[in-house]
């Protein structure tokens, strides 16, 4: 489903992205393990375009190339991402903001509506005409994440899903994770918390200083103390 091959990228001068690869396969969830700016964000932002990716580096996302395309073209060639400053609309109501996010139906794919996502955020569905800035960090997260899907993306990119979140909301967010993936729909997301990702990812890219140093299965990850204690001990 997505294929990202010798990614590099640079803010200036500073090299942040050293020949990153990494594949996400289709119905999967895929995370990208690291510590605070070991460069797991910048990926995401390279692979949807927010960062120019350096000449040379490839980003094949269903069999299309899109590095160095603009971020407007990834959208609408099927590529979801949901940022972790969330970036909802304040002054709308969630409805309006699901509105937003709206794109036409995908080949093959069964079309988001706000009555199915209310079933995976059964929270946005008790407060569908409550602004945006009336709800609390996680309603705002799961608004974001439930606006990213009514543009019926085949892969989302979820930037840190659980950072900040009360542990209730972050259980809802782990099951709703799942529940996409039951959907089909293949995620990718970035984040600290190892005992979050096992709990909703397949595979694990562990990345240090904008290198990818491990790559493996959750239960590979879970026998190898020596890399957990390497590359994601606090």
């Known amino acids: 489903m997505l294929t990202v091959k010798h990614l590099n990228a640079f803010y200036g001068r500073a090299h942040i992205l050293r020949d990153i690869s ?7 969830v895929l995370v990208l393990l690291g510590r605070n700016g070991a460069g797991k964000s910048t990926t995401m932002k390279s692979i949807i375009g927010l960062v120019r990716p350096a000449p040379g580096s490839s980003v094949v996302f269903d069999g299309i190339e899109l590095a160095g395309r603009p ?26 903001n699901l509105e937003v996010g709206r794109q036409k139906p995908r080949d093959g794919l069964a079309p988001w509506t706000p009555e199915r996502l209310f079933e995976i955020f059964p929270n946005l569905g008790r407060m569908q005409d409550r602004p945006g800035g ?3 960090g996680g309603e705002q997260q799961m608004l974001t994440i439930a606006r990213t899907l009514m ?25 709703a994770i799942r529940r996409l993936k039951a959907e ?18 397949d595979r694990a890219v562990i990345i240090e200083k904008g290198v990818v140093r491990w790559q493996g299965t959750l239960a590979a990850l879970e026998e190898a103390a020596e890399v957990r204690a390497q590359y994601l001990s606090v």
Request: glycine fraction near 8%; charge should be negative; proline fraction near 6%.
């Open 151 to 175: 543009g019926n993306p085949r892969l989302v990119l979820l930037d840190e899903p659980s950072e900040g979140l009360a542990p209730v909301i972050v259980e809802q967010m782990a099951e």
């Open 71 to 96: 971020p407007h073209e990834i959208a609408r060639a099927g590529l979801g991402y949901v940022p972790e400053e969330r970036r909802i609309f304040t002054d709308l109501t969630v409805m309006e």
């Open 22 to 28: 990494l594949e996400a396969r289709a119905g999967e």
């Open 184 to 201: 089909g729909l293949t995620v990718v997301l970035s984040e600290q918390n190892l005992h979050f990702a096992a709990r909703v990812a």
């Open 134 to 136: 009336r709800m609390s």
